[in-house]
């Protein structure tokens, strides 16, 4: 198995010995689980991950996906892997007994799936899309959309996808224009005929599966036939590929067609599409065309059922910059520890025929290295921890226990989507560097690592849609109890590394940052006008970000604390890097925005 696409070393460390995992298989869900199951777990997902993703990710990124005008064609490689990742009962694995699952920890779950992430996050996406399309209908979805749709996913015999934004739309919601149309009742709940045009539709169409589940947010109109404008007029549908009879079989094709493939500069293995729903030329009864979809939850409330998916979905997308991140990393620390170049400083010209060092000798090197490191275990553990608050939320008896995890997942998923989608992508672009020359040719591998990860700043919520869902609506959210609750977390860790000397100056260097943080929240929202507050909202995001990774990192410094070996000095020496070298970029940033400036609000279209 590889040991250049995620460190199992750090991924124990963080699961028993920081995060303690085994302590929820004291409770009912995960009693029948131990260390011994989860290691086998994550032993299958490296193999596979290994044997089967590895091997085909420089292929599918060479040669995309292709429409010949009636089929998507894809390298032969993916379905295989895809089945063997299925076979192994892998798409279930988080969900109930009775739905086929092994009712894993989520946090095991998403350890295992970083492995996926790494080898191949092209091939991944696919059962990536797959798992929130069926928790979506296991948590929204009537009984017969469950048994018909949701368990062939589980299985992995279907696929699905998640159909949001549209041409003229974009990432404005409230402006898409899908039309769902009521026909009557059907087995699988209200039916309706959807037309309308999708656009950036990962895993959109393909012959990888009997069939895909498309989520399609769709408008349905008022009494005077008109679409309600806003986003409180969105419904969400389930639009299959090919209609599924009520004894399961597949009956005809819908009316779904592709209208043409992106080519995109990374992450090439997973198709993405434009679908036309509708636009066919089948017409059934009463003169109706369009595809047939099934609603899903209650009219007009589309988008908060749809936030179910794209909350998770946002997670993955913060795990899989994560793995990208980390697989560069590792293939860069190994070209460092390989490649000689050069003698270290003071040698030269005292023997020139002396060996040349190797280059991670060099310091500047090593402070590449230290901060890709820095980086990929810090964005790694924030998500695991995000992993594990679900699964407390899921296993929480009290109900006011259970609000409040949720409220701190509330507002970490927009730092767990952001951060590792920019900082983990910079260790990319580190990773390039410490290649040299070799590194921006295709003959290795951290180019495309790379391109892959320049998508996740982009897709499931832009950076800057994050930051204004962080800053204008998450922080501020029911008079600031999410806000407080992370406040609690910080100070509980803060408080603990004080009692250690060797950490007390980092809880300062923390505490100091978190303090200022929390005054120009104040500051900002004390401003009396909310495009002046929200104008530098990007800003707030990496400050805030990088600040949680601080708290993230002290975490882990306190777990590492009194062991001794390399591996925990490297977690000190990481720690050690972010709060010495990376925690103070938020000074000015914290200062930029306490002044309320107005630059970015000001500068007119005609100034450019």
């Not at 299958?44 to 995309?64: L, Y």
């Not at 059962?127 to 948590?139: E, M």
């Not at 990393?329 to 070209?335: G, N, S, V």
């Not at 999410?482 to 004080?498: D, E, H, P």
Request: charged letters at 20%; one cysteine or more.
């Amino acid at each position: 198995m590889s040991s250049l696409l995620l460190s199992r070393r750090d991924l124990e460390f963080m699961l028993y010995e920081w995060l303690d995992v085994a302590a929820l298989t004291q409770t009912g869900r995960y009693a029948d689980h131990n260390r011994e199951t989860f290691d086998a777990v994550l032993d299958t997902c490296e193999r596979i991950a290994t044997e089967r993703f590895a091997p085909h990710n420089q292929k599918a990124d060479q040669n995309e996906p292709h429409f010949d005008g009636n089929t998507v064609s894809l390298i032969d490689d993916v379905k295989p892997a895809l089945q063997a990742f299925a076979d192994a009962g892998l798409i279930a694995s988080g969900n109930d007994y009775a739905m086929g699952g092994m009712q894993l920890p989520t946090v095991v779950s998403q350890a295992g799936l970083s492995y996926f992430y790494a080898a191949n996050i092209g091939t991944s996406a696919y059962p990536l899309l797959t798992i929130g399309n069926a928790n979506l209908l296991l948590a929204h979805g009537n009984q017969a959309q469950i048994d018909t749709f949701a368990k062939a996913e589980l299985e992995g015999r279907y696929f699905g996808t998640m159909c949001l934004s549209e041409p003229q739309a974009g990432s404005s919601l409230s402006d898409i224009s899908t039309r769902a149309d009521y026909e009557g009742e059907s087995p699988f709940g209200p039916q309706y005929r959807v037309a309308g045009n999708k656009m950036w539709i990962s895993g959109g169409d393909h012959e990888l599966s009997e069939n895909i589940v498309h989520l399609v947010l769709a408008k349905i109109p008022g009494p005077d036939g008109r679409l309600i404008p806003g986003v409180k007029g969105i419904s969400l549908l389930l639009v299959p590929k090919f209609l599924v009879n009520p004894d399961g079989s597949l009956g005809e094709r819908n009316d779904v067609q592709l209208a043409g493939i992106n080519h995109k500069m990374g992450y090439r293995g997973a198709v993405n599409c434009l679908l036309n729903f509708g636009e066919g030329t089948q017409h059934r009864p009463q003169g109706r065309g369009g595809a047939i979809g099934y609603l899903v939850g209650k009219p007009h409330q589309g988008l908060a059922c749809m936030f179910h998916m794209m909350n998770e979905a946002r997670i993955g997308v913060g795990l899989g910059a994560v793995a990208l991140g980390y697989t560069g990393y590792l293939h860069a620390l190994d070209y460092a520890r390989n490649r000689p170049q050069g003698r270290p400083i003071g040698a030269e010209g005292k023997d020139p025929s002396s060996p040349q060092a190797r280059i991670i000798q060099h310091a500047d090197v090593r402070r590449m290295l230290l901060a890709q490191k820095s980086y990929v275990e810090g964005g790694l553990a924030l998500n695991l921890y995000c992993a594990r608050l679900v699964d407390e939320a899921r296993i929480a008896t009290d109900e006011h226990d259970r609000a409040q995890l949720t409220l701190l997942l509330d507002i970490l998923t927009p730092i767990a989507k952001s951060w590792p989608s920019q900082w983990c992508l910079a260790a990319n672009d580190l990773a390039i560097q410490v290649h040299g020359g070799y590194g921006y040719t295709r003959e290795y591998k951290v180019e495309q690592f790379y391109r892959d990860n320049r998508l996740n700043p982009i897709h499931e919520g832009t950076h800057g849609i994050q930051a204004l869902d962080l800053l204008g609506r998450k922080v501020v959210m029911e008079h600031g109890a999410a806000y407080k609750l992370f406040a609690g977390r910080v100070a509980q860790t803060i408080g603990k590394a004080r009692a250690h000397a060797s950490l007390s100056t980092y809880a300062d260097l923390l505490e100091q940052r978190f303090l200022r943080l929390a005054e120009v929240t104040g500051t900002l929202w004390a401003a009396g006008d909310p495009q002046l507050t929200l104008a530098n909202a990007s800003v707030y995001l990496e400050a805030f970000g990088h600040i949680a990774i601080a708290w993230i990192w002290l975490e882990q410094a306190f777990a590492a604390e009194e062991k001794s070996g390399d591996f925990y000095d490297g977690k000190r020496s990481a720690a050690r890097y972010f709060f010495l070298w990376e925690l103070p970029k938020v000074d000015p940033q914290l200062e930029l925005l306490a002044s309320l400036d107005r630059t970015t609000l000001d500068m007119q279209d005609a100034f450019f």
